[in-house]
């Protein structure tokens, strides 16, 4: 069972800082990821996804293989890559891996000011206590997760931005 994370930044930036965090964590064996998206909301308050995975060129370059493969069956191998990439490239575009583009433009466009972004994660499995240690005071608001009460409270208590001697000058 994967768990979807949806937590906003203030910047675009900060949001890729973040994901190239999660996705170095990923390297390490700490987290195990399905997909990891990134939102922004422009001025006009329309929505755009930076995925980590992207259909069309691979279905473009499959697409043009096979083509090929079946034009020298007709002796027109360029027609039948040509038509075969861009039969690839659209079916690449239509395909949807990982989280649910409409759901994600949706949330995004409820949750996002224009000119900020969100991080979407799509979590397999993952050490809990080393991903929120790593994470620890990066920052953002978590909008959504499909967390346990528990586990979301201290993914909401790791990301805190930390605030350099607030607690001994309150003291």
């Known amino acids: 069972m994967s768990d979807l994370v949806f937590i906003a930044f203030e910047t675009e930036a900060k ?20 997909d990891a998206v990134i939102a922004t909301r422009d001025e006009k308050g329309r929505v755009h996804l930076n995925q980590l995975i992207h259909t069309v060129g691979p279905g473009a370059a499959t697409g043009a293989l096979w083509g090929m493969l ?74 959504r997760t499909s967390f346990d009460h528990t586990k979301e409270a201290a993914l909401k208590a790791a990301i805190e931005p930390h605030v350099p001697g607030g607690a001994e000058q309150a003291a």
């Open 15 to 34: 949001a890729e800082e973040v994901r190239s965090k999660i996705l170095e964590m990923s390297q390490d064996y700490l987290i195990d990821l399905g």
């Open 70 to 143: 079946i034009g020298w069956i007709f002796l027109m191998p360029v027609v039948g890559a040509a038509v075969g990439a861009a039969s690839g490239a659209i079916g690449g575009a239509l395909t949807d891996v990982g989280i649910n583009d409409d759901q994600m433009k949706e949330e995004a466009r409820e949750a996002l000011k224009p000119g900020t972004a969100g991080l979407f994660l799509l979590i397999r499995k993952m050490t809990t206590d080393k991903v929120l240690e790593d994470l620890k005071g990066v920052g953002g608001k978590v909008i």
